[in-house]
Every structure is written in structure tokens, then in C-alpha cells.
């Protein structure tokens, strides 16, 4: 029993972004757990699962896939008995295939997650989760179509469960949003960002933390087309986020923000942004990919401030930190690399500029193909 409120509390720590502070309880409850249950009981296999997601939230991609692989070992004999956490141990396991850029082996766990699913008629929320992880590989493959087929699937799943005002609706609208967008329907997009903010507010008519997302959300998409709009979006999601104490909705939306105001030419104003997003992202997930992200943000702009020593130490650190935790083949990596070469540029240092961007491509080609719209981006760079 105690086992499980320490997983539970470290569960609301994790959501909040709290990483940090999650390690800490789910330590507590594993240990609890080990102390007291037999080596293969499912409590245990849990427990694992939420360290494998907290060290996968932390970038320690090589302890989450040892957390996972030991909860699968103890639930692969008993998925008879337990399939819901077999089930959801192997959709944990594509996500992280995921972010290492290995996605066929990604696409056979989650495939294998959602045969079991709709082989027991399984439906609800495990499947909903299922259905979410699925599209995200499909979308770094560049098969965008069949992404949206399931993320559609999922969204329809969530209606039929939870009714047309569901947070969790709201949470897959958003990721629907996000693959319409990237595939050049910006209207349905829209249309889809606001659905889910107009669930959420109608839902907590107060705020809350997924309000505060889905706000920053909607500033995302209308950042590039109508910046007043986008700016009040983000102001909001910020001091939403503020009120609920929230970190990852805070840091995240300081990001957005920041990365408007540098593409309006508000370098100083976005600079402002992205070292507060910096603070609170280290003062909270020091080791998270969002993170990383930020950080390479900050060393890119760094340059504009004309800072571009200081811009060259603070991406190299992050290309050390990524390479140390095995990630040098994720977006964050290739992002710290693209600021690196454009620290290089400023300094005069045309040469290694050059073969650092070389490099960022190089990884792209290899990770996603030399036709995927990510390494067509790093080319024009």
C-alpha cells in the first residue's frame, strides 16, 4: 500500500515536470517494494517501469532501458495474467526505442502492444496510450498519413470513453495538431489546437496545469502567422503555469516565447526568456530532452547577442552531456550541433563550422533518410 503512494506521488512530481523530485519518491517506493514482495511480482515490475520513466525523463536512456527490460522479464511470463502492464511495459519500451532514432525496432513493440490490445477487444485508456505512442513513430518516419490515421483513431477511442470534453481528448488533439501542421494542413491544425484548449477551459474554468500547454500550444502555432495573438497566448500559459507551479508548462512556454521574440528580431527580449527557461528546466529536469533543447536554444542565441564564445561553450557542453547519455542521434544532439556551427561562423571559424553542420546532416540522413523534412531543414542551415 505504501509502495504504491510513493509511486503515486512521485506520479504527480513526474507530471509536473518535477523529475528531479520524482526520482527521489520512486526510489522509495522500489526500494519498499523489493523489501517487500517476491523478485517477480508485478508491484515490482511497476515500480520499474516508473524508474525506467524517470530516467528516461532525465536523458539516461541506457538505466531506462534496463528498468524496462527487468519489468519485461518479470511480465512477460505472467501477461496472461497481468496484460495491461505487459502491455503497457512494451508501449514504454517503444517510446524510448523511439527517442534513440530506432524506429523499426520501435514500431515492432508498439505493434506488438497493439495486436495484444485488439486481440483481448481490449479499448479505453491503455489503447488511447498505445494508439498516441504509434503515430509519433510514424511521424519521425516521415509516414505522416498513417500517423494521422491513428492518431484519428485515438482521438475517436477518447470520445467514445471519456465523452467530447476530456482532458485526455485534449492531450491527443494537441498531438493530432501537431502532425496536421507538419504535414501543410494548417487550418485542420488550427482547428484542432483550439478544440483542445476550448476542452480544457471548459474543464477548469479556473486553470490548470494541461491549460497552461495547451495555451502555449496554440501561441506555437499562431507564432509564425499573427505574433500579437501568439504573445498573449504565451503571456497567459506562463502566469497559468506560475500559478500552478508547474515547471514544464513554464519552461516550456518561456521557450516558445523566447523563440518568437528572437525570430521578431526581440534578441534581447529572447534571450531574456530563454535563460529563465534555462533556470527552471535546470533548477527541475536537468537532464531532460526539453531541456537539452533549451539549453541549445540558448547557446544559438548567445550569437545574436554577440556572445559567441560563450555560445560555443554552452552548445559543446551540451554535445558532451548527449554523447555521455548515448543520444547522439536525437534532435536535441543535431540542434546543439547547429549551434555549435554557427558559433564556429561567428568566430571566423569557417572550416569547423562547416564540418560541424556536415555532421548534423550526416546524423539526419542516417537516423530519419536523406529525403525526411528534418535533415532537408539541416541542409538549408
Not at 508491484?43 to 520499474?48: D, K, M, N, R, Y
Not at 490490445?117 to 485508456?125: D, K, P, Q, T, V
Not at 498531438?175 to 501543410?184: M, P, T, V
Request: charged share 20%.
Amino acid at each position: 500500500m505504501q509502495t504504491d503512494l510513493w509511486d503515486d506521488f512521485g506520479e504527480v512530481r513526474y507530471n509536473q515536470g518535477r523529475f528531479t523530485e520524482a526520482k527521489a519518491l520512486y526510489d522509495r517506493a522500489l526500494a519498499m517494494a523489493e523489501k517487500s514482495y517476491p523478485a517477480d511480482s508485478p508491484v515490482i515490475a511497476e515500480s520499474l517501469l516508473n524508474q525506467a520513466a524517470s530516467a528516461y525523463a532525465a536523458s539516461q536512456l541506457d538505466a531506462a532501458v534496463a528498468f524496462n527490460q527487468r519489468a519485461l522479464s518479470i511480465l512477460r511470463p505472467q501477461r496472461a495474467n497481468h496484460p495491461e502492464k505487459f502491455i503497457q511495459a512494451l508501449s514504454a519500451m517503444a517510446s524510448i526505442r523511439l527517442v534513440q532514432g530506432q524506429f523499426e525496432a520501435a514500431l515492432t513493440l508498439n505493434n506488438e502492444a497493439l495486436n495484444l490490445l485488439r486481440a483481448n477487444g481490449s479499448g479505453g485508456e491503455l489503447l488511447i496510450s498505445t494508439l498516441n505512442t504509434q503515430p509519433m513513430i510514424l511521424h519521425n518516419s516521415d509516414r505522416h498519413d498513417d500517423a494521422q490515421r491513428i492518431m484519428q483513431e485515438a482521438v475517436r477511442e477518447a470520445e467514445r470513453v471519456w465523452g467530447k470534453n476530456s482532458p485526455m481528448l485534449a492531450r491527443l488533439l494537441n498531438h493530432l495538431q501537431s502532425i496536421l501542421y507538419h504535414q501543410g494542413d494548417e487550418a485542420a491544425a488550427e482547428a484542432a489546437a483550439l478544440r483542445a484548449l476550448e476542452i480544457l477551459q471548459f474543464t477548469y474554468p479556473d486553470g490548470h496545469p494541461e491549460g497552461a500547454a495547451a495555451l502555449a500550444n496554440v501561441g506555437d502555432f499562431l507564432s509564425e502567422t499573427d505574433d500579437v495573438r501568439a504573445r498573449a497566448y504565451f503571456d497567459q500559459a506562463i502566469s497559468m503555469a506560475k500559478q500552478f507551479d508547474d515547471a514544464l508548462a513554464g519552461y516550456s512556454a518561456l521557450r516558445s516565447r523566447a523563440l518568437m521574440k528572437h525570430r521578431l528580431k526581440d534578441f534581447v527580449g529572447g534571450l531574456s526568456d530563454i535563460e529563465s527557461a534555462v533556470a527552471l528546466c535546470e533548477q527541475h529536469s536537468p537532464g531532460g530532452s526539453m531541456c537539452y533543447a533549451i539549453r541549445a536554444n540558448h547557446a544559438n542565441m548567445l550569437v545574436k547577442a554577440g556572445r559567441p564564445q560563450e555560445s560555443l561553450e554552452k552548445a559543446q557542453a551540451v554535445v558532451i552531456e548527449l554523447e555521455r547519455h548515448g543520444l547522439a542521434q536525437s534532435n536535441e544532439y543535431t540542434q546543439a550541433l547547429t549551434a555549435k556551427a554557427w558559433a564556429q561562423k561567428a568566430l571566423g571559424q569557417l572550416t569547423e563550422a562547416i564540418a560541424t553542420q556536415t555532421r548534423a546532416v550526416e546524423i539526419a540522413e542516417k537516423a530519419y533518410g536523406p529525403e525526411h523534412s528534418e535533415t532537408k531543414l539541416l541542409r538549408k542551415i
